[in-house]
């Protein structure tokens, strides 16, 4: 099955800064990767998703880029606000199976 | 997407005893899926609900323990049955829409004592 590592487990970082969390997989077959923002007492949410045949995408502030050759991809946050403070976690997978990182905490301070 | 929705937000139960909580989703879906999370912990899948058939269990989850219930492309439920402590938690369901997004309902937090 697939082993998913996410790092770091917390992230600290200034207003107006840039965050970046990084998503290991072990799964070859892995074709889609997913990333999640969970805020606290909501449900997970869809921020922004790559397929396995796209490099980077952007959407406004956040960005998410791939490497297959090395089973990573990462999340980045630019310009961070004190909305963007909420656990995130990474899901790689395939259509229909789908295996959560362990979360990554992040928290914006003024 | 998808708009989904739970019932019962939450509720406080006694050991021994079931709960059987909804998921409705807005639109046919093609895969439904149960989640559990712990407080503070990542998602878990108990298993993915399939329409007319049983529900694929992951390691962990067995049936008898959770039986799902999928009888069309709009609804599941899932029963946590002889429930103890341990089962306090969030269960949420979800479902892909589009190609293979994942969408969340608003989750169900249940408390055993």
């Known amino acids: 099955g697939e082993n998913v590592e996410q790092h770091p487990s917390t992230l600290s970082v200034q207003e107006g800064d840039s965050a970046v969390i990084k998503c290991t997989y072990s799964?070859?077959?892995?074709?889609?990767f997913p990333w999640y923002k969970q805020e606290l007492g909501k449900r997970p949410q869809l921020i922004i998703d790559?397929?396995?045949?796209?490099g980077e995408k952007k959407d406004q502030r956040i960005a998410v880029t791939l490497n297959k050759t090395a089973k990573h991809f990462s999340l980045h946050i630019t310009e961070t606000q004190p909305e963007d403070s909420a656990v995130y976690f990474c899901a790689p997978g395939s259509w229909g199976k789908f295996q959560f990182g362990a979360g990554t905490q992040v928290v914006v301070t003024p | 997407s998808a708009v989904i929705s739970q019932k019962p937000s939450r509720d406080i139960c006694q050991r021994g005893t079931s709960l059987t909580i909804q998921c409705q989703v807005d639109s046919q879906v093609t895969m439904m899926f149960w989640y559990r999370q712990q407080p503070g912990q990542s998602l878990t899948l108990i298993a993915t609900?399939?329409?007319?058939?049983?529900?694929?269990?992951e390691s962990g989850f067995v049936i008898d323990k959770f039986p799902i219930s999928r009888p069309n492309l709009t609804f599941s439920t899932l029963t946590v049955s002889n429930m103890s402590p341990e089962d306090s938690s969030i269960y949420l369901c979800?479902?892909?829409?589009?190609?293979?997004?994942?969408?969340f309902g608003p989750g169900t937090r249940l408390t055993v004592t």
């Open positions: 609900a399939n329409q007319g058939s049983e529900a694929t269990y």
């Open positions: 790559i397929r396995s045949n796209v």
């Open positions: 979800s479902a892909l829409a589009g190609e293979i997004e994942q969408y």
């Open positions: 799964d070859s077959a892995s074709n889609y």
